[in-house]
C-alpha cells in the first residue's frame, strides 16, 4: 500500500509515496524550500502543491515539527506561533499530523535501528531543535518533547542542537561534551535499552559520537533524510479506514 508522506522542516518541506509495508519511496521525492516566515497559510500552500505534484487522492500523513495532539498543534518552538491552536489536520484536507521526531521514531523503529528492539527505546533527532521518540515494547508515548527538559537553567535544544553548536561556533568535541551531559539526564530518567541519534547530525556520526560516553548503547540512526516522511506515511496507514474482515 501507498500512502503520501510529508514532512515539514524548518528549511524544507518535503514529499513522497512511500510503500508502507517496506519502508521506501515509492516516487523520487519533492522538496519545496518552507515560506518564511513559516506560517500555517504559505505551509498549507506548499503540502496541497506536493498533494497536486503526484496528484494524489489516497491518505496523507504529515509531520510537524511541534506537540500535535489529535490533529491540533499545541505548541511552536521552532516555527511560527501562529500555528499554536490550529487544527492542522483540517488546514492539509484531512491528512493524519503527528510530531516530526514521533514519525521519525516510528520509521526508525519498523525499518532501522530499532526493529525488533523490545524494552524502552529513546529516538532523538538533534539538528535545529531536539525531537524525541519515546517507545517501550514498540509503543510509541507521543510528544514527549524531551528537547526542552532543562539543563543548568536553560532549554536543553539550546545547548545542545546542531543549531547550538554552529551558532556558539562549538567545535566538535565541546558539542559532544554537551550532549553527553544532556543524554546522562536522560538515561537517569528512563534507563532506555538503547538510544537512537537521527536528524542532521547522525550523518557525521564520527566527528562527535566517540566523545559521548553513556551507559545506554547509543547509534546513529540508520534512515536519515527519509524517517519523517516515512513515518508520516506509516501513521496515516494506521490511521486508514480499513477494509472490512472477510466473514
Ligand atoms: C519541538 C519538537 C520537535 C523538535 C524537532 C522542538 O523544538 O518542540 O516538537 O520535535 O523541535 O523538530
Known sequence: MDVLGIDIGGSGIKGAPVDVEVGTLSQERLRVPTPQPAKP?????????????????????????G?????????????HHSWIGVDAAE?????????????????????????????TVLILTIGTGIGSALFTEGVLVPNTELGHLQLKGKDAEQRAS??????????????????????????????????VVGGGVSKRP????????????????????EAGIIGAAQSAAQSAPQPAPIR
Do not use: C
Not at 41 to 65: K, L, M, N, Q, Y
Not at 206 to 222: C, F, R, S, Y
Open 41 to 65: 497559510g504559505p505551509v498549507a500552500e506548499v503540502v496541497a502543491r506536493i498533494v497536486d505534484h503526484f496528484s494524489w487522492t489516497g491518505p496523507i500523513g504529515v509531520t510537524f515539527p
Open 67 to 79: 506537540v500535535v495532539r489529535d490533529g491540533v498543534v499545541m505548541t511552536a518552538a521552532n516555527v
Open 91 to 119: 488546514l492539509f484536507g484531512g491528512a493524519t499530523v503527528l510530531n516530526d521526531a514521533d514519525a521519525a521514531g516510528m520509521a526508525e523503529m519498523t525499518f532501522g535501528e530499532g526493529r525488533d528492539r523490545r524494552g
Open 162 to 195: 546542531d543549531r547550538a553548536r554552529e551558532e556558539s561556533g562549538l567545535t566538535w568535541e565541546k558539542w559532544a561534551a554537551r550532549v553527553e551531559e544532556y543524554l546522562r539526564h536522560v538515561e537517569m530518567l528512563f534507563s532506555p535499552s538503547l538510544i
Open 206 to 225: 564520527g566527528k562527535w559520537l566517540p566523545h559521548v560516553h553513556i551507559d545506554t548503547p547509543i547509534v546513529p540512526a540508520a534512515l536519515q533524510n
